[in-house]
């Protein structure tokens, strides 16, 4: 049986930066990342720009193996982890190999959700998450002249406009009435949706499919309202869902994700989960939520890794907050923190400040509660979104600021940031 | 000058075997005793009546006789430490001082002998403020006698050289490894010309052996340690360790008191000259009485002696030339000859109203366990001349002693000059 | 793993908002003046609502971080960090525009740029700053003492650990620091004062320091290496002699000799570490003690309110002596205390070097032994001490501006010692700083002449 001191699951951005924080407190502790895909670590953000060709395959890593050896840390890609028995404080992968660790990281990520759409599990679709998703798509839209995206969540979108891009005929199905629900709010969606249309992109709002059909050449997917679209190319991208099917009959307590402390330890000890895989603490309710987003991967894997660690530094999670930076035909979109007060609890005691250009594509969203930042989104409008986030976890009282906070975010955001660093 | 540059040089030819004679004053024997001793470093600060020595010192650096660094450092003080660094480096190391030098002197002075560093220092020994003088007398010498340096007093001035250079081998030896003072009366030997034999350099070399100075401790990076760290205080290994360190300095003195005569004989058997290594006995195996003397005044006591011989006086001399390690069992025995001794001193016991050389010398007495009968006399202070005269005056109130006389006071000689 | 590295530092007290420095940025980068381009952005010198001036003026740049959250938020690896000049590099060929990184950072120092339409961030100029060169007021500095405690923190430290010097102790961090930049062929000499009663000459046979180390005493330091060094000279071996001494070993009782040395010119770096008194043993008045301080010797009371006279500047007595080379230092300078540190080793290859390095000891002064380092800046930046070096050709050159000091009052209130200070006392002592100030500028220009 093999060991390792610190054991990881997963080789992406949660993985990569809990062993950052560990290698920080401890040089020596063996350390090994197991992880399914076969390559070195990338990110599945980049995919997108491999679909479009802006990205190459070999030029994505986020680490090499020379980062390994100056770290002492054994990467074994490949392997999948089937099961966990914290009892024995041992894992097996999927070649039966068993694996003992001091400590456990669980940074499985997730993987796409696939609507239960009657039809679909006999239909040739496409999803976007691995590499290998990434360059099977590239190929198909090399090929195909038609598109249909479900789902017009982050990857959708990029999907789209990538497909768009590369010549083929793009209609995207969103079930929900607007694009990017939980990061803009309709009116700024809109202004993202007519963009998309003015590019050419067939934009299906507030429709949801209902049956998908395979055909000789591709698919047909009907729609609630009866309407059918065909296809010869289909990306479904309807949202993820947490990897935690190794989690049976280990006792680790899960829920849509795994459910994590503000340390990011699982109910079981000595093993932590961390990044799109958990559920863990809201910033703004007592609830726990999947975020499913790359900046709070790194936050919790660095949560996690240094509680692994023990290092003294350690502090507790913040919470999740939404963060969006999200860039199309040439368009910026940022959103930190709430957007939309008619989805969230802060309804009744918020103070918004909206200021729109729409001809300019212009448009800003400021919400505030107690004098302190709640949320801020915008399109095309210049913003800080690291330092918005600081100033929006700190709780930082703007009541002496606001004015000039509403008129210079950017400036004023960094000269409060400034002052705190100070 | 030339000739004599010769006679040093490392060159192995027979004539350079020869001694050869020159006439030269203590302080140049001095010098000559430290070239053929071929120190490494030597730092040097100007008094009287020390000045001519350094200056001879410095000579012999510009004209290439001496091959040492020369350090014309800022007073007495830095003298000391200056050289105490360049023995920790493994320097053979020499000054000369004497007086109100030595005063500030005093503490790096007293330290050396803890160090166990070998060094030679001159006294040109002169009387001490105040009153102001400038002249010689042995106050400044006897001062330090409680520092753990190793003491000769120098009768002449060919002693003087010879003493000089054998005190460096003396400190040297792995038994001693301390320093050594070599005393020669300001005034009277420091200037007082007279021919001397300057050895010939080879048969030196082969005398002085291997130079070794600091095998036992060193400020060398090739055998890092650290260089006196505080030792002491009332617990843990502290106490037992300093006295064990004084134990052994005490031991270095004892064991001084052979290799001095050894050194001494092997002197003697090399280079033709012999002296009595610590105590010399002139005049004594038929004497009743004696006078007990130091350093220069003993040429003018012989003669007084001799004078007093012709007149039917039992009268001898003991000549202390070893003064620390105290000569203990050479004194007694020439002590167990003698029913009366007459101490000459040229400084003063406070403290005791007495010479301090009469004080040691009775307290080695009382281990011969029966009376003896004494007189100190002080004279010579301040460059003063004890004459044949006043030594035959000494001679006639010592032998009073044998008549059952006895002196509650010091005897003073000089006073009435 | 730690690494330090240059980093380019604001005061924002000495800013009055001038922008020169994101006009040669913008120059730099984009051969404009259009402060869009600057990577540096000096923020509001008006409240935007009521424009009125903004006191103190804040600053918005890359701090180049060592955990950088720019890099792990970027999914391209299109930023990284550069382990060997410590800059965080942005890659134009793997970028995808995706502004991930800009969620990562805290300080506004990756922004997205509209007009180039990528992120754009400070580079520092590959070590030469076009920002620094510029400033008029010294406001922006690129210090180096990162870089320099990476070198340094390479070395072996040659002392032992657990020498039991007070905590917050500057003389222990200095001497480590010193030693670990001189080597090991070396002999350290260390008379009596707080270096050897740390422990590093040692106790009962046992030593504190890894090289040869001796206790001169007190007032022989500089005789005793210029001893050890003749040696060495005299068979061709090339040590160096380092003198750590106290205050009271350099220019009270140690005086003589070191002047001695100093005039024979001596090879040795002789280092003072000045306490301002007799710290080691009870903390009393030294010849250094500034006027008014209390010390044990010179305590506060009816009849007395701390020394009564001023210390003697050291330094400059030093620098008539017309050394190899003299220095000033304080370790809240560490870049510039080590420059002078390599200077001065050089020099005493040639002859004397003398360096003085002002050491605030928090168990005398009384102040608090975390701010050590606080209390070495104030000092600096109220001019309470100055930071020069002098050369025999090159004379007096300040190696930080005088200008524009911090009021003295400040650098007082910090310090139990100086707390009984009256009001004539404070405005005694601040006239003695404005005039020492003076004098040397005097001499600086002086050597300018010449
Ligand atoms: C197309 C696309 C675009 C995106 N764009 C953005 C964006 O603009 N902004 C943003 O914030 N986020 C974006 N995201 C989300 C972001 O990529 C994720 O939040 C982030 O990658 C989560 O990192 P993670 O380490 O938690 O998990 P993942 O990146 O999902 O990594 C999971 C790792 O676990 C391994 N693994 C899984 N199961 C097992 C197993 N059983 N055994 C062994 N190994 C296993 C995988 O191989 C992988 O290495 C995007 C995602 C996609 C797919």
Redesign the interface.
Known sequence: MQHSKYLIIGSSHAALEAVAAIRMQDPDGSLTLITRDKHLPYSPTVLPYVVSGRSQPDNINLKDQAYFDLHAIEFIPGRKVEKIEPENHCVILDNGQQWQYDKLLLATGASPLIPPISGLDQTEFLVLRTLEDAIALRQASSQAKKAIVLGAGLVGMHGAENLAEAGLDVTVVEMQTQVLPGYFDPQAAGLIESAFSQHGVTMKMGHRAVRIEQQDNGCQVELENGETLEADLLLVSTGVKPVTDYCAGSGIETDQGILVDDHMATNQTDIWAAGDVTQAGDFYSNAQVVTGILPDAVEQGRIAGMAMSEDPCLKSYNGGIPINTYTFYGQQAISVGVSDLSTGTLADCSEVELSVDTDNGFFQKIIFKDNQLQGISGINAALDPGIMWQLILRRIDLADDKADFVAKPLETGRRLMSRTWR | MTTIEKAITPDIDDSHYQSKTLVCDGNEAAAWGVALARP??M?IYPITPQSSLVEYLSQFVAEGIIDA?L?????E???????????????R?YTATCGPGLAFMF??YI?TPGLRLPMVASLVTRDTLTPQCVWGGHQDAMLVKEAGWIQMYCETVQEVLDTTTMAFRIGEHPDVMLPVNVNSDGNYLSYGATGIQLPAAPLVDAFMGEKNVNWHA????ER??????????AG???PS?FANYRKSQCDGMQNALRVIEETHKDWGDRIGRYYSPLVEEYRLDDADYALVTIGSMTGAAKDAVDLARDQGEAVGIIKIKTFRPFPVEAINRALSKVKAIGVVDRSVNFGWNCGPVYQETLAAAQRLQRFLPSASFIGGLAGSDITVEHFSQVIEDTAQLLKGHHYDEPIWINRND | MALGYNTITFNPDKCDGCGDCMRACSQAKAGTDDPVHSRIQILANETPSTGEQQSPIEMAMCRQCGDPKCVSNCPAAALSKDLSSGTIDWDSSKCVNCLLCTVGCAFGGITYNVEVGHVTKCDTCDGNPACVKVCPHGALEYNTSGSVYTRIGDKEDLFVPGLSACQGCNSELLIRHTLRNVG????VATPPGCI?GMGT?????????????????L??T??????????????GRD?TMLALAGDGGVGDVGF??L???A??NEQQLFMCVDNEGYMNTGMQSSGSTPAGSWTSTTPVGKEMQGKRTDAKNMARIMMMHNCEYVATASLSFMDDYYDKLDKALAASKRGFAYLHVYAPCPTGWRFPAAETIEVCRKQVESNFVTLWEFTPDQGLQFTRSVDKPAPLADYLKQIGKYRHLNQDQIDHLQRRVDNQVKSLKAFEQTSAVS
């Open positions: 490494d470093v730092a660094e350090m014309n450092v800022e007073g003080h830095s003298v000391m430490s200056a050289l105490q660094g360049a023995a920790l480096a493994g320097a190391t503490e790096p330290r060193a400020l060398d990076p890092p340690m650290a260089i006196d760290p505080l030792t002491g205080g843990g290994p502290g360790m | 090991s062929n070396v002999v050897p000459v040692g106790y009962n046979g046992k030593t504190g320091t890894k090289v040869p180390v001796f206790h001169p005493l007032t022989n500089a005789s005793m290496l210029a001893g050890i060094k003749k040696q060495y000279n005299r068979v040590v003589q000799s002047s001695g040395a005039e024979r």
